[in-house]
């Protein structure tokens, strides 16, 4: 049963649920309690899904890396079939609930989004290190489900500001994975963008990057998507952005980019 858990990489599964449920809480609609647990658990059952097809599928360099030699496909915890079946399994429930509960739409952009991960970016991650800004669309779909779940559109700005927001606060933070974890990389051959760096961490451009975040962030009150508690929004996001630039920490910065999303769900709460 540990084996299994750990394929779900729960905490990434939960995550997704939760981004997906800020895309819902941002709808300026009635709350329907029931859609939005459906919301939560349809995608977090996808995200589930794609980690377990992904282990599959990334068996072999997963036993190369240190970081992910133990985990149940490389150790021999559960083989390759058990571990389709119960992606399969995953899949289905995930597509099932938020086809009844979601409508038809954010059902197609759940598989689209999950279609894009494993045959788009699983392949192109060992070709070239630009499949890390391909790879993180997928991360910007699942608030995109929850808007439309509620019953939006996915070309509706108010989403597509907050999808563009996520998605800015994907590159930094997988930067920074393949910069802690680079000789694990490229033991198992997957090209990394390459930097001239100085001693300080992290390098420039990702603080650059960060900066971007947080002009995004702040924007968009000044567009209408944030409406309440304005200087909330402007202190409680600040904090993590300005650890992310100022800070030498890498513990901290990890942090930091940790919390961007739970805080940005919460703070959309706080506008219902």
């Not at 599928?57 to 079946?85: H, S």
């Not at 800070?247 to 940790?258: G, M, Q, Y």
Request: glycine letters at 10%.
């Amino acid at each position: 049963m540990v084996a299994i858990f750990r394929l779900f990489r729960p905490r990434l599964a939960l995550l997704n649920g939760a981004t997906a449920v800020g895309g819902y809480l941002l709808f300026p609609g009635v709350i329907d309690p029931v859609r939005l647990v459906a919301v939560f658990t349809g995608v977090a059952l996808l995200a589930a899904a794609g980690s377990v097809f992904n282990q599959v599928l990334e068996r072999d360099i997963d036993r190369l890396m240190e970081r992910t030699r133990l985990r149940p496909l490389p150790a021999g915890g559960i083989t390759p079939l058990i571990a389709t079946a119960i992606g399969c399994g995953c899949l289905v429930a995930g597509l099932l609930v938020l086809a009844v509960e979601g409508e038809l739409l954010p059902m197609l952009l759940g598989a689209a989004a999950l279609a894009w991960y494993l045959g788009v970016y699983t392949p192109l991650k060992k070709r070239t290190p630009m499949a890390l800004a391909i790879g993180a669309l997928c991360g910007a779909i699942p608030p995109v489900i929850g808007w439309c779940s509620a019953g939006g559109e996915p070309a509706d700005y108010p989403i597509v500001l907050l999808a563009g927001l996520l998605y800015l606060w994907q590159i930094p933070h997988f930067w920074l994975l393949q910069q802690r974890h680079a000789d694990d990389y490229r033991r198992a051959g997957i090209p990394l963008l390459q930097f001239r760096r100085s001693d300080s961490y992290p390098h420039g451009l990702c603080r650059l990057w960060v900066a971007a975040l947080a002009v995004g962030a702040m924007l968009l009150p000044a567009f209408g998507v944030i409406g309440h508690f304005i200087p909330l929004w402007y202190v409680a996001l600040s904090l993590p952005l300005g650890v992310i630039v100022l800070s030498r920490s890498e513990t901290a910065i990890v942090s930091s980019l940790n919390l961007f999303p739970l805080l940005l769900t919460l703070l959309l709460f706080t506008q219902r």
